[in-house]
């Protein structure tokens, strides 16, 4: 998984018919982003401009992909940071990290000679917990605090338009105040895939090996309930890893299927029997 995780950290651009799945969150996204895009009809009929989106999942739903096509499909500046890299000992230094950030996003979008910048915040959880609650912190809450000071700053007639991304999987331990209008006022879901969504994936990550013809994607979706886009990148990768040491130029059925059990043994997936 930590593989994926870098290897998605490098891949700087991607359109969303790249991603498989989440069908119902790209349309809702989608819709969402077109705010961005029609800046001038927003602001002509006075709509408040959209801050921030949050994208809720579990690990390795494509959470962090959808945030780049979400970039690209904006023309926006891409930048990302995570919520454990404010975490610090010292008083202000999250805060001050957080005005960095958007102060980055926009010098950013301005070198590359665009009009709005995305800031994505992985694991916004980790700051933005519920304040006063047992496990928040008074470093975590100030750092929390500037962000909602950034994001009230954000203003229709800013030159570059500033849209916040944040990722979570635990969308219920969220300080209620990001929630609130004006602030990350929606929340799109991001499941695990179902079965189609597991064979568009799997198809997206085949792409350029070489499949013997009999291998079946639909009965490697259909075993692999529970699993996430993360996880079924690394099948694709195994089963050709498996194929390699066979000394073999293809990849057949039987290494999906050592593939798919290296895998539940290795990452030991959390995933419900499958019927
Ligand atoms: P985390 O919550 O752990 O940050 P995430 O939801 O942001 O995870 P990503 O980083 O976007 O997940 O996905 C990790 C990798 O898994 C991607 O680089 C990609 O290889 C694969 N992947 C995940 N979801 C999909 C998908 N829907 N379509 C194609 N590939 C996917």
Same mark, same amino acid.
């Given at each position: ?129 519920? /304040?006063?609650? $047992? *496990? ?6 100030? +750092? @929390?605090?500037?962000?909602? !000071?950034? #994001? ?92 390699? /040491?066979?000394? $073999? *130029? ?6 999906? +299927? @050592?593939?798919?059990?290296? !895998?539940? #043994? ?10």
């Amino acid at each position: 998984n930590k593989n994926n995780k870098s290897s998605s950290k490098v891949l700087t651009s991607i359109e969303f018919n790249e991603i498989g799945g989440q069908k119902s969150a790209k349309k809702e996204l989608i819709e969402a982003l077109d705010f961005i895009v029609d800046r001038d009809k927003v602001k002509k009929l006075g709509i408040r401009p959209l801050k921030g989106i949050i994208l809720a999942g579990p690990p390795g739903t494509g959470k962090t992909l959808l945030a780049k096509a979400a970039a690209k499909y904006t023309g926006s500046a891409f930048i990302s940071a995570s919520g454990s890299e404010f975490v610090e000992m010292y008083a202000g230094v999250g805060a001050k990290r957080i005005r960095k950030l958007f102060k980055d996003a926009v010098s950013k979008a301005k070198k590359e000679d665009k009009n709005s910048a995305l800031i994505f915040v992985d694991e916004v959880d980790v700051l933005g917990i519920k /304040r006063g609650s $047992s *496990s928040s912190h008074m470093e975590y809450d100030q +750092t @929390l605090n500037e962000l909602l !000071v950034q #994001m009230d700053g954000i203003k229709v007639n800013d030159d570059v338009q500033v849209l916040i991304m944040a990722a979570t999987n635990r969308v219920d331990l969220l300080d209620d105040a990001l929630l609130r209008p004006g602030r990350f006022d929606r929340v799109v879901n991001i499941p695990l895939p179902s079965k189609e969504g597991r064979e568009e994936i799997l198809k997206i990550h085949c792409k350029n090996k070489p499949l013997d013809k009999n291998v079946d994607i639909s009965s490697i979706a259909e075993q692999t309930f529970g699993f996430s886009g993360a996880h079924l990148e690394s099948i694709a990768n195994e089963a050709a890893i498996m194929a390699m /040491r066979e000394n $073999s *130029s293809v990849i057949y059925q039987k290494h999906f +299927t @050592l593939a798919i059990e290296k !895998v539940i #043994m290795g990452e030991k997936v959390d995933r419900v029997p499958s019927k």
